[in-house]
């Protein structure tokens, strides 16, 4: 399979949130100038070097790339557009953070192509946006949602978190209610997960970080189902919720393990079964690819056994499941053949439920999705 799907990193935001474990830096216009450059001939090697389709999906995440300005953002569209081809309908994410938009920088992305926005909300509980490490405040939220709307983007994503430090029922009751009544089109809900080397990690460690107990937890995330069901909001992924049409296509090549190409620092791409990684640090990456190599610091091959498991794992986060037809045009045998024990173990747990065509998690699995998928692991 070719790849026609692009991820490119921009590592730049403009403080870092206490629980982020991202590729990012607080870094002045000059370092981002530069960083362009570096970027340009990257994207340069990487079209001469691996084959791939017109694209059909890109998204630029981070980071926070809203945090270019316009010029800057003109030419991170530019280049893209001078090293690939693009297909008309194809879906461009732009990753944005409330606060770091204004009107020319948001007609600079549509002139550029770009057809989705995705901001990050996190909470619209003021308090909380602060004990994140968050810049914006809810008012915030409002302000560069309308200047969106207003520069004609009719496909946006707003990204909430739960399980977060004071965070209430009730809180969290107040952020879906008022999601909901800004009405994108798209909505990720993620619970927080404290990652190592973060101030988050350091606070928990000495007992400095009160989270929610994990009954609270489930109940935020069987609230958030129920909320987005009542608010038509389709479900089709474990944490992505979506208005008709407005599923993300770019994050299902990930969930359906199917190449895609990446560029920026830290990114990760996988063609042709081998899983590469791109230098982090922003100095090493400009250095390597203004010297005219392709900055690939990793590359692991992936074996067939693992891919299997892969096909499964990102595949049961779909709502729609795994079609056994496609498992076996992708794998050359029989799911039941790999995974036949795990499957009927799941089933009679209640966690799994299948028909002829396709197996998919049940309602009850979602909250303990991981269980399921870590059964998966058998090579
Ligand atoms: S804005 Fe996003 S990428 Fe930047 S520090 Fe915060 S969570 Fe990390």
Redesign the pocket.
């Known amino acids: 399979m070719m790849p026609s799907s692009l991820y490119v990193h921009i590592p730049f ?1 403009a403080s ?2 206490y ?2 474990d ?1 590729n ?1 830096y607080v870094s002045t216009g000059d370092v981002i100038d530069r960083y362009l450059d570096g970027l340009e001939k990257e994207m340069e090697l990487l079209a001469a070097e691996l084959p791939r389709q017109p694209l059909q999906t890109v998204f630029f995440g ?3 790339p809203s945090l270019l300005d316009t010029g800057q953002l003109a030419r991170m569209m530019a280049i893209l557009h001078d090293h690939f081809t693009v297909e008309k309908d194809a879906e461009i994410t732009v990753e944005a ?1 409330p606060g770091t938009v204004n009107l020319d920088k948001l007609r600079t992305l549509k002139a550029g192509g770009v057809s989705r926005l995705s901001f ?1 909300v996190q909470s619209f509980h003021d308090p909380i946006l602060k004990k994140l490490g ?1 810049l914006h405040d809810s008012l915030t939220v409002y302000h560069s949602f309308d200047k969106a709307r207003q520069a004609g983007f009719e496909s946006i994503n707003l990204d909430l978190m739960f399980g977060l430090p004071g965070q209430t029922m009730e809180i969290f009751r107040d952020s879906l209610q008022k999601i909901v009544e800004l009405a994108p089109e798209h909505i990720s809900a993620y619970s927080l997960k404290v990652e190592e080397g973060t101030p988050f990690a350091v606070w928990q460690d000495r007992g400095k970080l009160e989270l929610p107990p994990e009954e609270t937890d489930l109940a935020m995330y069987l609230l958030l189902m129920e909320t987005m069901e009542a608010k038509g909001y389709g479900m089709y992924e474990i944490s992505n919720f979506a208005k008709k049409g407005h599923d993300s296509q770019h994050n299902q090549v990930y969930w359906r393990n199917e190449p895609y190409l990446a560029a920026g620092a830290g990114a990760h791409g996988y063609v042709n079964h081998i899983r590469y990684v791109i230098q982090h640090a922003v100095p090493d990456y400009m250095e390597t690819a203004l010297s005219g190599r392709r900055p690939v610091v990793e590359q692991n091959w992936i074996s067939e056994e693992i891919r299997r498991e892969d096909t499964m794992i990102l595949g049961l986060r779909m709502i729609n499941g795994v079609e056994f037809q496609r498992f076996r045009e992708r794998h050359g045998v029989d799911m039941h053949q790999v995974f036949g024990d795990v499957i009927e173990r799941n089933i009679h747990k209640g966690l799994l439920v299948k028909d002829e065509t396709v197996i998919r998690l049940t309602k009850r699995a979602l909250p303990i999705a991981n269980e399921v998928f870590s059964d998966f692991l058998i090579s």
Request: aromatic share 16%.
């Open positions: 935001c870092k949130c629980y982020c991202f990012s981070g980071g926070t953070n990050g968050r």
